[in-house]
């Protein structure tokens, strides 16, 4: 999507804020025991309160209103059984709409005890994150965005999943540009514009370079003892910085 109205504008910053303050409200409520079930739960929840419907179910017929995503798993995980316990990596992606305009964000939580390693990879991914955005301009192109992410997870000593990408978003969950690679794909000539509307979500890991479908159909897994981590926000692309929509109120 290409912005061409303030109205639009806006619309994208009010699910957008949404989407945020959801995800935040649902790490808050993060606690060994509690299970990915009745954490999405809560999470619809917060969504219908807001006059907003999940993105995952309205577009996908997803069995959940989020995605929950525990250690092994690295996205799209469908609530459940799981129990959360104590130094698990817990990935929530909420995506809603409101109004017919998409917002998405993730956030990835350490449940204490904070094991050192685990903190470096999500460090390491919020880094690779900002340094993608300072890159998110119009006129750049937009395999910009996956060298940025790339180089920072090799800093870092982590591979990125490269079967999972970043996407436009507007009036529809995945839109144009539907794929944006976490890694510098140099065939990629496309180029963003001023007012397009994009996600940027990179996907760092400590082993695995992809990801298997589970038996649910839905979540994506790693190798046995790989973790993941994720952070996303949602943008629109301007001529010096993007402006993010997903920021969680304070």
């Known amino acids: 999507m290409i912005i061409k109205t303030e109205q639009e504008r806006q619309e994208l910053k009010a699910i957008g804020q949404i989407v945020a303050d959801c995800v935040k409200y649902m790490g808050e409520q993060l606690k060994p025991g509690i299970t990915t079930l009745q954490l999405d739960r809560l999470g619809g929840e917060f969504l219908a309160d807001h006059g907003a419907r999940s993105a995952p179910q309205v577009m996908y017929d997803f069995p959940g209103f989020t995605c929950i995503s525990v250690n092994e798993e690295a996205a799209h ?54 340094a993608a955005m300072k890159v998110a301009r ?5 395999n910009e965005i996956g060298r940025a992410i790339a180089e920072v997870a090799k800093k870092s000593g982590y591979k ?43 996907f760092l890991s400590t082993h695995s370079t992809s990801t298997q479908t589970a038996s649910d159909g839905w979540t994506l897994i790693t190798k046995k003892g790989n973790r993941s981590a994720q952070f996303e926000h949602t943008m629109i692309i301007g001529d010096h910085a993007p402006e993010i929509l997903t920021k969680p109120s304070s």
């Open 138 to 142: 119009a006129g750049a192109g937009i």
């Open 77 to 130: 995980g469908v609530p459940g059984a799981r129990v959360i316990h104590e130094g698990d990596i817990v990935n929530i992606d909420v995506s809603a709409e409101r109004n017919g305009f998409f917002g998405d964000t993730g956030f990835t939580f350490l449940i204490p005890p904070h094991i050192p390693a685990h903190q470096h990879l999500v460090d390491s991914t919020n880094q690779a994150l900002a």
């Open 160 to 202: 990125t999943l490269r079967d999972l990408a970043s996407h436009g978003i507007g009036r529809s969950l995945h839109e144009y540009p539907e794929a944006i690679p976490n890694y510098y794909d140099r065939r990629d000539k496309r180029r963003l514009e001023k007012g397009m509307v994009i996600t940027i979500e990179p």
